[in-house]
């Protein structure tokens, strides 16, 4: 395997680090777990740190520290080092640089600023969570914070806090666990009278393609907040997902809908 | 009445309103949710008010931003009554079209509160240009008080 001069666009990256196959070459003839190979495995990281940084720093500014990036881009390296097959044939920045950018967006997903909401707020939202959903049931209706806080037993303004806080953190309902949206059982049965609905609206036939390219869950949650005039409460116990959820849902379908009637 | 006109107004009727003015641009909608969210929690409007009022004013603001320019105000007026809450949101603007009865529009806000009322004002002793606003308002749930 000789350096690959002629190599177009994808050589410019590669050959900068054309002396890193012999650095793997010369790890491949040291005896595994000497101090030998330690130090020449060392090496083959030193001399291929600034390809990770150059990947931390294409995932600036999305809101993680840099120096965290940085560091997270130069663990995937160090794996990217320890996997790397020289005899394999691939050449070994484009067998890293997958696994760095992998390290970096699985640092993302998991570090996600709402994921690091306080234990004590997390706690409350579930409390306020299950409350909610009892007293609905019992009222025939949505509660107060007031009802709340008289059901938790806790301080009125307490309630009102953790119910403003939990309306900010997305991830935190109730229902996030449940996965994608379009997986809802579809209620078919409920979307047949759209037509007899749109009739109160003046613009319907405009209205109609743009409802119907809606993704299901939100066209099913749109139909019958506002044309089978359910509450929101009501819609989140037919549909199977918080009240919260489907509140995000009617905005998603409105935002679409407003956008295309222009 | 104009704009500053109507928020004396509102504030002199109820020491409890609240009033907020942000530039009319999308990217401030955010922030005006989380008031509107916050004020109708903590005047005690049942959760599933609270949502369709924040999709409401979420509605009514864009149709203003959209019939105004970036450098224009939208002025919020949150006006807490014994039975009812009002939220006024109004900005200055020549369109005429800002929500027509009967537009998809007329309907999501009239499904999301308990009554909406366009309202608009001549020009202002600035200069400023005349004001349209639409007036929400949403009654609270009889048993809370």
């Not at chain 2, 704009?3 to 009319?24: G, I, K």
Request: some cysteine; hydrophobic content about 40%.
């Amino acid at each position: 395997m000789s350096a690959p001069a002629s190599r177009g666009s994808t050589s410019r990256s590669s050959s900068e680090y054309a002396d890193v196959p012999d650095m793997f070459r010369a790890l491949a003839e040291l005896a595994e777990g000497t101090a030998q190979f330690q130090r020449q495995r060392d090496r083959i990281v030193e001399r291929c740190l600034p390809l990770a940084d150059h990947i931390a720093r294409r995932f600036d500014g999305r809101g993680e520290p840099r120096d965290d990036l940085v560091q997270v881009a130069r663990v995937g390296l160090v794996n990217a080092v320890i996997r790397f097959d020289v005899n394999a044939g691939s050449d070994f920045v484009s067998f890293a640089v997958p696994t760095i950018m992998g390290e970096v967006r699985r640092h993302f997903r998991d570090n996600s600023w709402s994921v690091k909401v306080p234990r004590r707020l997390k706690e409350l939202h579930l409390r306020l969570g299950s409350a909610t959903s009892e007293l609905s049931q019992r009222l025939g209706r949505a509660p107060t914070a007031s009802e709340l806080a008289k059901e938790l037993d806790m301080d009125r303004d307490e309630v009102v806090e953790g119910l403003v806080a939990g309306s900010s953190y997305n991830t935190l309902s109730i229902d996030s666990g449940g996965g994608g949206d379009d997986d809802a059982p579809a209620i078919a049965d409920t979307l047949g009278d759209v037509d007899t609905a749109l009739d109160q609206i003046e613009n319907r036939e405009a209205l109609r393609p743009l409802l119907d390219s809606l993704p299901e869950r939100e066209r099913t949650v749109l139909v019958l907040r506002f044309f089978e005039s359910m509450t929101q409460t009501q819609i989140a116990e037919r549909v199977g997902v918080s009240q919260m959820h489907v509140s995000r849902l009617l905005a998603r379908a409105l935002g679409r809908l407003r956008d295309q009637l222009e | 009445m104009s704009n500053a006109e109507s928020a004396e107004y509102a504030r002199a009727r109820n020491p409890r309103s609240v009033e907020m003015r942000v530039s009319a641009r999308l990217e401030n909608l955010a922030v005006v949710r989380t008031l509107i969210g916050a004020l109708a929690t903590a005047e005690d409007l049942d959760l599933d008010a609270v949502a369709d009022l924040r999709l409401a004013v979420d509605e009514a603001c864009t149709r203003l931003i959209r019939s105004t320019t970036p450098d224009a105000t939208l002025v919020l007026v949150v006006d807490p009554r014994v039975d009812e809450l009002v939220v006024d949101v109004s900005t200055t603007s020549t369109a005429d079209d800002i929500l027509t009865p009967g537009s998809f529009s007329w309907h999501v806000l009239t499904s999301l509160t308990d009554d909406v009322r366009l309202f608009r004002d001549g020009a202002e002793l600035g200069g400023v240009g005349p004001v349209v606003g639409i007036s929400l308002t949403t009654r609270r749930v009889s048993s809370a008080r």
